[in-house]
Nanobody
């Protein structure tokens, strides 16, 4: 069971940190769905934490990390823009599936947490 938290309302240029209770030896990631748009990949991290992968739209602004001792994955979001608004979903997938933008790599999906960025 994946449980994401940390969403909220923030002004453009601000920051938020999302957290997700991880599920052991799995790759983890975040997707988001903005109003009127299709679900899109945001970031992913392999189970050891040694490799990360980002969507071009968030590269340089968002950082994904994990603390396996706490079984927690984080998404630090800086320089937020109104177009970052959406429901953010924590996802997990088997190690052998690898990480990337394909949602099929992730078989476990959390409930989502809403992020709203005002202009």
């Amino acid at each position: 069971q994946l449980q994401a938290s940390g969403g909220g309302l923030v002004q453009a240029g601000g920051s938020l940190r999302l957290s997700c209770a991880a599920s052991g030896r799995t790759n983890m990631g975040w997707f988001r769905q903005s109003p009127g748009k299709v679900r899109e990949f945001v970031a992913a991290i392999i189970w050891t934490g040694s490799s990360t992968y980002y969507a071009d739209s968030v590269k340089g602004r968002f950082t994904i990390s994990r603390d396996n001792a706490k079984n927690t994955v984080y998404l630090q979001m800086n320089s937020l823009k109104p177009e970052d608004t959406g429901v953010y979903y924590c996802v997990a997938g088997r190690v052998r599936a690898g990480v990337g933008q394909d949602p099929e790599r992730y078989e476990y999906w959390g409930q989502g947490t809403l992020v709203t960025v005002s202009s």
